[in-house]
């Protein structure tokens, strides 16, 4: 099977350098430092290090918490359109957008196309967080389901739909646990022509629910794929556990949807390219794309 590499390429971020851990970022004109356990190498531009406006340290002995060198409003950033309002805020160090992930918005826009006309594509995104998916899809033309368990996400998520002017778009947002609103679609025999997932490793639902990706992952997609329409688009996944593997990744969204007609899988890396050194592989995706797509 092979394993693609899809890097981002957008002017409001950049990724300047990585190593040691550590992940130098051009957020729209802000200039930030966070940890990054995944660049084992070494920095390849030191010197411009220094020129960073605020820094996220993670020490286990303390709070953690971000420091600023220089002033640095938060900035908003623009995607084709689709505007991401940033956030700095002490013990976490997302800003709430996520470069590396603009090759799937690409995807989901370019997928529309093969909707047959006179028809309005039904987009399912489940743990949608601040919404780069869901409002990368509404742009284009779905009518798109935004779930995450998390409240201030979503009232995140529709203050960049709100700054992207989609306040008119057919969006409908939900706060609740991803499992049990795929199971309640089911009953209710909604149907969707494509679905976006992007579970967490570990996290707990709006009534302290318990989420562990490899134990909860394969209820999910078969609750999935009971709510996917008769002549879908797509399934898109991505992964951000350290244990898990394109390839496992496609396997088990093949046991779930690839027995439907036209159904082919592809799966990979999403990864930041960077100016000055090595390109930062970030997570894994695995996608069923069914026709034409």
Request: net charge positive.
């Amino acid at each position: 099977m092979e394993i693609k590499v899809l890097t981002s390429d957008w002017k409001d971020y950049e990724l300047i350098d990585s190593g040691d851990r550590l992940k130098f970022e051009r957020f729209g004109d802000a200039l930030v430092v966070r940890g990054e356990p995944k660049a084992w190498w070494s920095k390849a531009a030191p010197e411009l290090w220094k020129n960073a406006y605020a820094r996220y340290f993670d020490d286990e002995r303390k709070t953690s918490r971000w420091v600023y060198y220089k002033e640095t409003p938060a900035p908003v950033l623009d995607w084709n359109g689709v505007k991401f309002c940033a956030k700095f805020a002490d013990g976490t160090k997302h800003l709430g957008v996520f470069p590396e992930q603009s090759p799937h918005w690409e995807f989901i826009r370019a997928a529309a196309k093969n909707f047959p006309r006179g028809r309005t594509p039904r987009l399912l995104n489940l743990f949608g967080y601040t919404g780069g998916a869901t409002l990368a899809a509404a742009k284009a033309g779905y009518a798109a389901t935004h779930v995450d368990a998390s409240k201030p996400s979503v009232d995140w998520a529709r203050k960049n739909q709100r700054e992207s002017s989609l306040e008119n778009a057919p969006i409908r947002w939900i706060v609740d646990d991803a499992l049990k609103f795929a199971k309640r679609e089911e009953r209710r025999g909604a149907r969707y022509d494509a679905i976006v997932l992007d579970p967490p490793s570990f996290g707990r639902g709006p009534k302290n629910e318990l989420w562990k990706l490899e134990k909860a992952l394969p209820e999910l997609l078969e609750a999935c794929s009971k709510i996917l329409s008769d002549k879908p688009l797509f399934v898109l996944m991505t992964l951000y556990s350290i244990e898990a593997s394109p390839i496992m990744a496609a396997n088990i969204l093949s046991q779930y949807f690839g027995a439907r007609a036209g159904a082919k899988t592809e799966c990979g890396e999403l990864a930041l390219k960077s100016s000055n050194g090595f390109d930062l592989p970030l997570s894994i995706y695995a996608k069923i794309t069914f026709g034409n797509l």
